[in-house]
């Protein structure tokens, strides 16, 4: 199930090449991402930097996804607003997806 929607992932991540930046900003906030993931995400996911295995075997460790390659903000940003038949539509703030990006990203091995 989760396989069918790796091919458009795979082709967007490869259009993005720069960096999730704007005049040199990072788009989140790294540490109230951690506290927001860890509040709402940790329910499926595993959300901090030792966690490797989630709650949930289909929700994929916020580690894994950081090091996926071609990951930055913006990538995770995108591919959070398309829906997902395997994730509950779970309505998230612009800030705080922001911030959950930024997050991601700051665990990237």
């Keep these: 199930m989760i396989m069918r929607n790796v091919g458009p992932v795979i082709l967007f991540l490869m259009l993005i090449s720069e960096p999730a930046e704007v005049n040199g900003q990072e788009l989140g906030n790294p540490t109230a991402g951690q506290k927001y993931a860890e509040v709402t995400c940790s329910e499926c996911?595993?959300?901090?930097?030792?966690?490797?295995?989630?709650?949930?075997?289909?929700?994929?460790?916020?580690?894994?996804?950081?090091?996926?390659?071609?990951?930055?903000?913006?990538?995770?940003?995108?591919?959070?607003?398309?829906?997902?038949?395997?994730?509950?539509?779970?309505?998230?703030?612009?800030?705080?997806?922001?911030?959950?990006?930024?997050y991601i990203v700051s665990l990237k091995d």
Excluded: C, Y
């Design 45 to 102: 996911h595993a959300v901090l930097p030792n966690d490797t295995a989630s709650k949930i075997a289909k929700a994929t460790a916020f580690g894994t996804v950081a090091n996926s390659p071609g990951m930055n903000e913006l990538a995770i940003s995108v591919w959070r607003q398309t829906t997902h038949l395997s994730m509950p539509n779970i309505v998230v703030k612009p800030n705080d997806m922001n911030d959950v990006a930024a």
